[in-house]
């Protein structure tokens, strides 16, 4: 301890993520303590944890290019109080949500420690909310339980004026990174290494859910929530199941995971991340510190395989893997040769975790104490679900999600799917998952009304124009659509699509024309994709977020003859051959739209223009 020490793997990456996103991985807890509270020996209890473990006093610093970690001694902290107690009940639980929330957002500079935030809540004279706020560069999941065990036996020792009945730790932190340095440059790390190069050789270097929005160019962490459970029936067939087939739980469910993926995405090669305590000696088991690792779970799914099949191979890539799981996820990447992208994570955008070991009652003299759920401030992962036994042997569930992609509507309804879809392969693991239900009875009839009337034929015939006027005709008035603060009725739509088809003829568009469309998420964008469709084209979707040399090489490759875009996107094709029309421009109006169509009639475009 000469000198600075070197970061581990896990620190990192987070530090170089850090200088990105500074708030985007802080990890936050709230205890809720009722009886009489003693702040100061709350506050020499926190101190002692800070003193005893030097993963929390570290500050970050570049030395020759590179970060490297100082332990610094310890010091007083903070523990500011705010008293609540003159707002009703629900103002306080707002108000607590609300200061969770800013603690969560507020970063850390991570060259000044300690890397450890804390704040007391006053709600009643013997009710308080003990908030705490982490780093993730000197924290984990795991840490925070050893956190509160030892918060509670500081604090009990302070109370009756004993010291704390803790045994001294062996090993620090900084130890462990200078161990897994030495470790990764051996034998053993370039085996796992090797190992996770030929696994993941030609793995997809994204997994695409279908999203509400487009994908930012870089990921600002923001992230929601949604929750769910499963009942104890559902996980019992489960169980059962993975027993048969000599599996965990876990691989079950796992199983049942990568078959929603494959039915939600449609793609037969999933990579799904499952996270591991990385505590690989009973040394580091008492420590709190980043040692958390993410291994990636490659498994090929095909819709025809039953389950029980998808079931063994899961079983099988998971056997496989876990000896392995002590390289690093950085060097998983490096060895995957996957290229990082700033809009998602590298390799893994969804994570599947099972939580089976018991909560640990928490316990501080004089008080009963409770964690208290703070709503996700972030999500680092497109998708993060977090699965916890519970004693009545149902599972609760946590799904995290990326905020800037996906509406909470949208994640609660494939939670149902992914449930209803656990029950369907478990009751008949022959049966193709393909084949498994995941629609209740209410989601299948709204999809049969939404496709005609339950019974009717399909017409061969129908197009989407055609479909799209007949709707059209039987409501004109009704809202077709909402983009911001516009409303087209079903009528406003229709017209506005048959000028873009008027102009469309004009310019030559006929049966299997292709059309670049790039254009903002408007009601324009959306107008134009039927007008190009009443045109008898084909449109070809371009995002103004991609590169220019992107969209040059989708418009050749795609052999796009006309481009509709909108005044301030020209010059991103700039060098586009073929016939630009721009929709909106003043000076150079729509044509005018003709009368509605009567019952019965079809209007075609005019090519007057």
Known sequence: RDGPLPLSSAQRRLWLLHQVAPAGYNLGAALRLRGPLRAGALRGALEAV?????????????????????????RPLPLPALDLSTLS??????????????????????????????????????????????????????????????LGAHYAALVSGEAAALPPLAVQYGDYAVWERGLASGAAGR??????????????????????????????FRGGAARFRLEAPRVDALRRLARREDCTPFMALLAGFD???????????????????????????????????????????????????????????????????????????????????????????????????????????GLAAEPLELPAASSRYDLSVYLREEPDGSLSALAEYAADLYDAATVDRWMRHYARLLDALAADPERPVGDAEMLDAAERQQLLLAG?????????????????????????GATALVAGGERLTYAELDRRADAVARRLAA?????????????????????????VLKAGGAYVPLDPAYPAARLAWMLEDSGARVLLTEPGLRGRAAGFGGVVLEVGVEGAPLPPAPSPAREGEHTEPRTDS
């Open 507 to 531: 310019a030559g568009v006929g049966p299997e024309t292709r059309v670049g469309l790039l254009l903002e998420r408007t009601a324009e964008m959306v107008a134009a994709m039927l007008g």
């Open 89 to 150: 009940a629900a103002e306080r639980g707002a108000a607590v949500a609300e200061h969770a929330a800013e603690e969560q957002a507020r970063p850390f500079d991570l060259r000044e420690p300690p890397l450890l935030r804390a704040a007391l809540l006053r709600l009643e004279d013997e009710e308080h909310v003990l908030l705490l706020t982490l780093h993730h560069v000197a924290s984990d999941g795991w840490s925070e339980a050893v956190l509160v065990r030892e």
């Open 259 to 365: 078959a929603w993926l494959h039915r939600c995405t449609g793609e037969d090669d999933v990579v799904v991340g499952t996270p591991v305590a990385g505590r690989v000696h009973p040394v580091l088991e008492p420590l709190i510190g980043c040692f958390i690792n993410v291994l990636p779970v490659r498994v090929r799914t095909d819709g025809g395989d039953s389950f029980r099949a998808l079931l063994r191979r899961v079983r099988a890539a998971l056997l496989d893997a876990h000896p392995h799981g002590g390289v690093s996820f950085d060097r998983i990447v490096e060895a995957a040769g996957v290229s990082r992208d700033p809009g998602r994570g590298p390799l893994v955008q969804v994570l599947l975790a099972l939580q089976n070991t018991p909560l640990e009652r928490l316990e501080l003299a």
């Open 191 to 220: 085996r796992g290494a090797e190992f996770w190069s030929r696994t993941l050789a030609g793995a997809p270097a994204a997994l695409e859910l279908p999203a509400d929005r487009p994908r930012p160019p870089a990921q600002s």
């Open 452 to 476: 005609g009337a339950a019974g009717a034929s399909p017409d061969p015939a129908a197009t989407v124009p055609r479909l799209f006027e007949a709707q059209v005709r039987r409501t004109p």
């Open 50 to 74: 800070v003193a005893r473990h030097e993963a929390l006093r570290t500050r970050f610093e570049v030395v020759d290019g590179e970060p490297v970690q100082v332990v610094e001694p310890a």
